[in-house]
Nanobody, 115 residues
Framework: QVQLVESGGGLAQAGGSLRLSCVAS????????MGWYRQTPGKQRELVAT???????NYANSVKGRFTVSRDNFANTMYLQMNSLKPEDTAVYYC?????????WGKGTLVTVSS
């Protein structure tokens, strides 16, 4: 099993920045990729950014050029640097770890961006 704990959410003004962290523990050697997703009430959870063990990244069009995903393998931590925040970035942000068989989710951290 893999446990994921997100942190770093909070309130930011439009144009501001936040950095989210996701610490992984447990069977971390089984992780092949990790990602950030977000969800707002009444909507489906959507992909924000992913990063695999080789360091390749993928971003939703809505965050390209503003968000950066990275991993610190020594610290078993994934980050999401969010710059130029917009009110539409307001959501609960979830960390996901993909294994060969299955996936695990964190409990989420709330990001609120005021206009």
């Amino acid at each position: 099993q893999v446990q994921l704990v997100e942190s770093g959410g909070g309130l930011a003004q439009a144009g501001g920045s936040l950095r989210l962290s996701c610490v992984a523990s447990g069977s971390i050697f089984s992780i092949i990729a990790m990602g950030w997703y977000r969800q707002t009430p009444g909507k489906q959870r959507e992909l924000v950014a992913t990063i695999n063990n080789g360091g390749s990244t993928n971003y939703a069009n809505s965050v390209k050029g503003r968000f950066t995903v990275s991993r610190d393998n020594f610290a078993n931590t994934m980050y999401l640097q969010m710059n130029s925040l917009k009110p539409e970035d307001t959501a609960v942000y979830y960390c996901k770890a993909n294994l060969v068989l299955g996936a695990y989710w964190g409990k989420g951290t709330l990001v609120t961006v005021s206009s």
